[in-house]
């Protein structure tokens, strides 16, 4: 008797063959698709004709961080912000931060609350619904992200309209972890989503090393946990803790260790009289070696006044080329106020 013939490896009519494995991983990858689309499909609850106002607002939002992020970290882009958009979102973080100066919550120090009531519950949901929300959830970017942007944009545009870069900003008022923070997310969320063009996706990227070679040997991510909440009496649940984890190099130790020397020293009960004197003291010494120096009898300081605040070449000239800093960074972009932390030697923490 005569075998049968095995059947063919592909068949026109059927598409060739596949392994049962790779069926179920191509059904896998289709569900999780369909389920990925489905969180930006808009539900039975909106309108007709609303998504291109969506859409709308999405792109600004965009727009924005895409504008923060390339001059904090000094990358050129394409991207501008309209004096309309800036006043939309400088009047976005104005009105959180208002509201939020009603409501004390997890508070040391207990205060008169007043919340909005139900009329203006309607209101604002729909405000900031239509402008934060949806363009968060557009984007898949998540909102305390977008908020710290615009929360930037508000603290750091100056009078002129100019916003002038977070990074070093945060550094002064927040310290060494914040800024750890903003790199990471920086470099593992918003640049990745918002920078769809490879090299200016790679140029940020490099930004982000070279701010981070400057203060960190390493940033290796965030770890979170949860805690009983002990904050509240009485209370129950839990609490969240985050945290960084990085190694932080010799400049930041020593940046970390003159802000906490100077917070010390500001926190002192000191008068004002105290604090002219003192920095009347400072000024007069600055102008006379600034004479000295007019006059022929001193040589001036470097221009790019080192890290250590020590006379020798800066830190930075010793490092390859391309990783050079951008030069509107070595004065902060030139509005900031001048973070004297920088300066090792000039806080010492017997001083306080």
């Known amino acids: 008797m005569k075998k ?4 063919p490896y592909s068949s026109a009519s059927h598409g060739p063959f596949q ?14 698709t369909d389920r990925v689309n489905e969180q930006h499909v808009l539900r039975e609850d909106y309108p007709p004709g609303v998504q291109a106002i969506l859409d709308r607002e999405t792109e600004r939002i965009r727009n924005m961080l895409e504008y923060t992020l390339a001059v ?10 309209s004096a309309a958009d800036l006043e939309h979102f400088i009047y976005i973080g ?19 609350e007043v919340r909005p009531n139900p009329e203006e519950r309607q209101v604002l949901a729909a405000y900031f619904w239509k402008y934060l929300f949806e363009p968060c959830k557009s984007l898949s970017v998540p909102l305390d992200m977008v908020w710290r942007s615009i929360f930037a944009l508000n603290q750091y545009t100056d009078s002129n309209g100019f916003y002038k870069g977070s990074v070093f ?5 927040e310290g060494v972890g914040s800024l750890a923070v903003k790199l990471y997310r920086d470099r593992r969320v918003l640049i990745p989503l918002i920078f769809t ?7 940020m990227l490099h930004r982000v090393d070279t701010i981070e070679e400057m203060y960190f040997h390493s940033i290796n991510g965030l770890e979170s946990s949860t805690l009983p909440n002990v904050n509240v009496p009485g209370a129950h649940g839990v609490q969240r803790s985050d945290s960084v984890i990085y190694d932080a190099n010799e400049r930041a130790i020593a940046y970390a260790s003159t802000r906490k020397a100077a917070i010390a020293r500001a926190c002192k009960e000191l008068s004002a009289k105290h604090w ?11 102008l006379a070696r600034f004479k000295l ?32 800093i951008p030069a509107g960074w070595w004065r902060l972009c030139s509005v900031h106020i001048p973070d004297y932390c920088e300066f090792r030697d000039q806080v010492l923490m017997n001083d306080c």
């Open 19 to 32: 392994h049962p494995a790779a069926v179920e991983a191509d059904a896998l990858l289709d569900h999780l």
């Open 4 to 7: 049968p013939s095995p059947p």
């Open 293 to 324: 120096v007019k006059e022929g009898k001193r040589k001036p300081d470097y221009p790019k006044a080192t890290w250590r605040g020590e006379a020798q070449m800066p830190f930075l000239m010793n490092q390859r080329s391309d990783a050079a």
């Open 276 to 286: 002219t004197r003192a920095v009347d003291r400072c000024v007069d010494g600055v």
């Open 72 to 81: 904090d970290y000094q990358g050129y882009t394409n991207a501008s912000m």
């Open 197 to 203: 063009d490879y090299t200016s996706r790679n140029r």
């Open 94 to 112: 104005n009105a959180l931060r208002q509201l939020r100066s009603t409501v004390v919550r997890h508070s040391e120090r207990p205060s008169p």
């Open 169 to 173: 900003g945060l550094l002064q008022q």
